[in-house]
């Protein structure tokens, strides 16, 4: 029996590791997928940074856990904030939570709808469209109901190398981020 093909589902999800890959590697950052039991706690990749840090502090090492997300949806746009519809509400908790010692961030790759738009290749350059932004849900409040929750990711947080460089700077300060409600 032959191996079933990738849904849209997965191609999404694969292209995100890609993104993240590229990012982290780009910034000077270890990136290691996680596996299947760290996947079930809701950590798709772990990155690890080493200092001197820009403005750093204490910390010459910093670790960071990842869930990745990938939509076609059209996030709604305030201007400030774009939208996203976390499912599965111990994902949100997971995310959310301040017991953990490493710090977690969501990473959504906002993707155009046209699945022919992802990526485009010439002998000049790789072109993966459209972007992600990054966000920690630590601290958010909890919430009732039982689907999922709607997130708000600041759209000064793309997620670039520059910005991950500064978010290992932070961490390193131990100056953790926070949710951010709009």
Same mark, same amino acid.
């Given at each position: 029996?032959?191996?079933?093909?990738?849904?849209?589902?997965?191609?999404?999800?694969?292209?995100?590791?890609?993104?993240?890959?590229?990012?982290?590697?780009?910034?000077?950052?270890?990136?290691?997928?996680?596996?299947?039991?760290?996947?079930?706690?809701?950590?798709?990749?772990?990155?690890? %940074? +080493?200092? $001197?840090?820009?403005?750093?502090? @204490?910390?010459?090492?910093? /670790?960071?856990?990842?869930? *990745?997300?990938?939509?076609?949806?059209?996030?709604?746009?305030?201007?400030?904030?774009?939208?996203?519809?976390?499912?599965?509400?111990?994902?949100?908790?997971?995310?959310?939570?301040?017991? %953990? +010692?490493? $710090?977690?961030?969501?990473?959504? @790759?906002?993707?155009?709808? /046209?699945?022919?738009?992802? *990526?485009?290749?010439?002998?000049?350059?790789?072109?993966?469209?459209?972007?992600?932004?990054?966000?920690?849900?630590?601290?958010?409040?909890?919430?009732?109901?039982?689907?999922?929750?709607?997130?708000?990711? $600041?759209?000064?947080?793309?997620?670039?190398?520059?910005?991950?460089?500064?978010?290992?700077?932070?961490?390193?300060?131990?100056?953790?981020?926070?949710?951010?409600?709009?």
């Amino acid at each position: 029996m032959g191996a079933e093909p990738l849904s849209r589902n997965d191609i999404e999800a694969e292209i995100s590791y890609a993104y993240l890959h590229a990012v982290a590697s780009s910034a000077g950052v270890a990136c290691e997928s996680c596996g299947r039991v760290q996947d079930n706690a809701g950590v798709d990749a772990m990155l690890t %940074g +080493w200092g $001197p840090f820009p403005n750093g502090g @204490l910390h010459n090492e910093v /670790d960071i856990k990842v869930q *990745l997300k990938a939509t076609i949806a059209e996030p709604r746009d305030d201007g400030n904030h774009l939208s996203y519809f976390l499912r599965g509400i111990s994902r949100y908790d997971d995310l959310r939570s301040e017991a %953990g +010692w490493t $710090p977690r961030i969501l990473v959504v @790759l906002f993707l155009p709808n /046209d699945p022919v738009e992802w *990526l485009t290749i010439s002998d000049q350059q790789l072109v993966l469209k459209k972007s992600a932004y990054w966000v920690s849900l630590r601290g958010a409040m909890p919430t009732t109901n039982d689907s999922g929750q709607t997130i708000y990711l $600041p759209r000064r947080q793309l997620f670039t190398p520059d910005a991950l460089v500064e978010l290992m700077a932070r961490l390193s300060r131990r100056d953790l981020p926070v949710y951010e409600a709009p």
